[in-house]
């Protein structure tokens, strides 16, 4: 599976994204991840396709959701009132199998990675 992610730019703090993330087929799940500048790679929020179950880390919580359109195998990040701390470059993933859905979280549970695309929030 190839990924093609989309939809990164500059925007204000308190201000909204939405990236994309298109597959060449079928997955068990996808995944966004994002590495700020110095810093590890860390988990965002996953999306399981067989029950459309979600996942996100702690912190961008009630702030991001993940969705998929299972006619385009896509998968979306919506991200809400973003905060100069979500500064990063996003990659999508796509799971090797379905996992219990906090599994997800690991990077170990992908096999394929997208190119990554630049989230810059800034005043």
């Known amino acids: 599976v190839q990924l093609q992610a989309s939809g990164g730019g500059l925007v204000q703090p308190g201000g909204s994204l939405r990236l994309a993330c298109a597959a060449t087929g079928r997955t068990p799940g996808m995944g966004w991840f994002r590495q700020a500048p110095g810093k590890d790679r860390e988990f965002v929020a996953a999306i399981r396709w067989a029950d459309a179950g979600t996942y996100y880390t702690r912190s961008v919580k009630g702030r991001f959701t993940i969705s998929r359109d299972n006619a385009k195998n896509t998968v979306y990040l919506q991200m809400n009132s973003l905060k100069p701390d979500d500064t990063a470059v996003y990659y999508c993933?796509?799971?090797?199998?379905?996992?219990?859905?906090?599994?997800?979280?690991?990077?170990?549970?992908?096999?394929?990675w997208g190119q990554g695309t630049l989230v810059t929030v800034s005043s």
């Open positions: 993933a796509s799971a090797s199998r379905s996992y219990n859905i906090g599994h997800f979280a690991s990077s170990s549970a992908y096999g394929s």
